[in-house]
């Protein structure tokens, strides 16, 4: 059975910094390109950014690229997103993907919440 478990999610200030975690189970995250999305209040959802499961090659929105890392501990079957210089605009709920294409996955995890407010 595929789960996707995000953590880390929270309250910063601007310029502040987060790590979301997303524990994979089910499956190995290795063998597939996995991405996180997020949808901001009010708004639809953004592909943020992704990794190929064969390259390694990484794709980031132009609104977080430079502040943003997507990574992944094969040992730890966990995919993470490092978010440095955090701006109010970057509010929102975060998803963990197991992807399937450029903006398409099949299992979602239950999402976390990102707050930047002063």
């Known amino acids: 059975q595929v789960q996707l478990v995000e953590s880390g999610g929270g309250l910063v200030q601007p310029g502040e910094s987060l790590r979301l975690s997303c524990a994979a189970s089910g499956f190995t995250v290795s063998s597939y390109s996995m991405a996180w999305v997020r949808q901001a209040p009010g708004k639809g959802l953004e592909w943020v950014s992704d990794?190929?499961?064969?390259?390694?090659?990484?794709y980031y929105a132009d609104s977080v690229k430079g502040r943003f890392t997507i990574s992944r501990d094969n040992a730890k079957n966990t995919l993470y997103l490092e978010m440095n210089s955090l701006k109010p605009d970057d509010t929102a709920v975060y998803y963990c993907?197991?992807?399937?294409?450029w903006g398409t996955g099949d299992y979602w995890g239950q999402g976390t919440q990102v707050t930047v407010s002063s």
């Open positions: 990794i190929n499961s064969v390259t390694g090659r990484t």
């Open positions: 993907v197991k992807a399937i294409g």
